[in-house]
């Protein structure tokens, strides 16, 4: 009896001492894994820091192409990227969107160029007109939208538009008329444009530079009337009477000529 009561004393212990072994041998697996993670995060968290300061990506040199009328040091101060030191201490999209926030600018690209090198191509935006809003004269792109105040820095000087670019027929009429000195269906470039008017009388009122003579060009089938005006310049150029004329009109597809003396 006193064996049996022995054997049974040994084999009711077991099952305790085994599961509490297990329990610590998943506690200092889970310390141990614990440990590794926190190290393998501060030695990450060092690294960056050491990528991020340290001289060998040190940023040196900041290329820019495409500028017509902004400097290299505007495009680095829109960038804030003097305060910078590292080539991987930056985001490039924050770059991007802070240079897009410059009047001039259209778009961007930047570019990371190890291990000293960042890239800036640049596509600026291109005036065509000028149009005034209140006391002050703007250059505005081919939509008739304000770019930047005009100044006597990189000055350009361009036909005056006057046209309300937010309403869709102002819209429609410039779209037009853009397309026909794009196509060479006027007989004289934008240059030699003084002011292009968007009149409510169903009219566009077009003033050249170096003559005293204004064209006036139906807004109804205004296409049509575009192409049948350099007919009629040719015409009265061959005839050497364009320095006599004053005012050429086309409305729906028919056209009158004044000259200083008498209306032909």
């Given at each position: 009896m006193a064996r049996n009561n022995t054997y049974r004393e040994k084999t009711g212990s077991g099952p305790h001492i085994g599961l509490l072994a297990r329990t610590l041998a998943a506690l200092v697996w889970s310390f141990l894994v614990l440990a590794l993670l926190l190290l393998t995060s501060l030695a990450l968290v060092a690294g960056y820091r050491w990528v991020t300061t340290t001289p060998v990506l040190a940023l040196h040199q900041v290329q820019v192409q495409g500028m017509q009328r902004i400097s290299r040091s505007e495009v680095v101060n829109q960038a804030e990227l003097d305060r910078f030191h590292n080539l991987l201490d930056l985001s490039l999209w924050r770059v991007r969107q802070s240079l897009l926030e410059h009047p001039w600018i259209d778009s961007v690209s930047v570019q990371r160029h190890f291990p000293h090198t960042l890239r800036i191509q640049i596509e600026e935006k291109a005036p065509l007109f000028w149009r005034q809003q209140g006391e002050r004269i703007f250059y505005a792109d081919e939509h008739g939208e304000l770019i930047a105040p005009v100044s006597t820095e990189a000055f350009t000087s361009l036909p005056l538009l006057v046209c309300d670019p937010s309403q869709r027929r102002d819209q429609r009429d410039l779209s037009i008329v853009n397309k026909g000195w794009s196509q060479n269906n006027f007989p004289f470039g934008l240059q030699d444009v003084a002011w292009i008017r968007f009149q409510n009388n169903n009219q566009v009122q077009i003033a050249l530079r170096d003559h005293s003579l204004r064209v006036v060009l139906?807004?109804?089938?205004?296409?049509?009337?575009?192409?049948?005006?350099a007919p009629i310049w040719h015409d009265l150029k061959r005839r050497d009477e364009l320095k006599?004329?004053?005012?050429?009109?086309?409305?729906?597809?028919?056209?009158?000529?004044?000259?200083?003396?008498?209306?032909?």
């Open positions: 139906g807004r109804e089938s205004l296409e049509q009337n575009i192409g049948n005006f006599q004329v004053e005012r050429i009109l086309i409305l729906k597809g028919s056209a009158w000529v004044g000259y200083r003396s008498n209306i032909v």
